[in-house]
DNA sequence: GTTCAGTATGAACGCTCGTTCATAGTCGCG
DNA sequence: CGCGACTATGAACGAGCGTTCATACTGAAC
């Protein structure tokens, strides 16, 4: 017994992944070392060889993933000019694809990270912020430039509200999107950017 | 000491009350008996005279909201008349409202199910299903009548995916939404109502 | 005044938790 | 060939878990 010291060493990644998959099944703690261990066909103290301990695995995950979208949306952006309408079309879709594309990732990063100790928690509430503040400058200079229109709405600082409101449409799409579904990935994401834009109420839309 | 036999016992209620404040806080697998009891003012063992386990608190908890939830839609859709678009704005201003009001409730409720005994969350699954299929008949019902405009979206079945955006917009709205912010309940109530017709792009809206 | 159902106690149950550590196997490098 | 860095083992740690139970107190009913 004992196949020690194996080849270059994925065994970070297989740990990475693995809990991954069981934190989204059943929970940060919900998911205990064993199970983690079981699943990579590890024991349990060869986890400490890789990660400080589970804390350190769950903040693994969930700064990866973060960084994973802070990539994607100013990938968007750049790609963009400077049109609002076409901005917020472009955030929503990929933002969309993105979620589609890491259900388990970002299931873990909104439900879980409330279990991170106190400092790494802040910094990921910190980068969850300026990504709602993202989708809000683009509505705000949307509103100024009066592609979009809020006024209507009677409420104060609607903006808000309607980031948020595309925000969660984007965020919890994999709560219910089925890849065996009549719609495609792709089609979704277009689908969700044009009801961006009509939440904001994009002239012309 | 032991100050036994309280008055008429209000004791099951300051459990749940307690289970609530604690699973929302730290989720239902990461609060033990023990903070439980603590929280009422009792021991651990006499959680046990008034529910029979951790799970069984848990789905009291999960049901009520949901009984609560099922009356807030009945309720609101018995006091419109036929009209889809008075019946969408609605809803969601009504739904909004109630999340708002019960944000400990619909958090633990959307999060923490998936720890029930599989029958209990299958049931509770169902009930979920059946408020998405609430708003899903809506926006259809609105489409034929012409009221709702889905097709220029020119993706396979818009609805569902719009009523989604919908729900989600409305349930996790507890999520950022500051009782001491500039809007109130109500204001950002109505507020989704006006978004959801937005999205189901209502004639003259 | 006695009874009894209801409810709290506090100690204990067996179990599992996250984590540590002495030990040993394996492999690349000199 | 032999050394040293790396990494897995498996047993153990103390702590805490959900739950049970014998016991005792209380207050309303008769």
Redesign the pocket.
Known sequence: ?????????D??ERIHEAGLELFNERGY?G???????DAC?????????????????LFAIVDRVHDEADAVLSATLRGCDGDPAVQLEALAAAFTAFHIARPRETRVANRDYIYLPAGERDSVVRRRRRVRGLFADVLREGEQRGCFAFGELGSEDAVQAASMAILNMVVFVAEWFDPRGPRSAADTAALHGRLALRIARASGC
């Open positions: 017994m004992a196949v020690n010291a194996r080849s270059p060493s065994t970070p703690t998911t205990t070392v064993r199970e983690l261990a066909g590890l024991t349990p103290g060869a986890i400490y060889n890789h990660y400080a301990s589970k804390e350190a695995l």
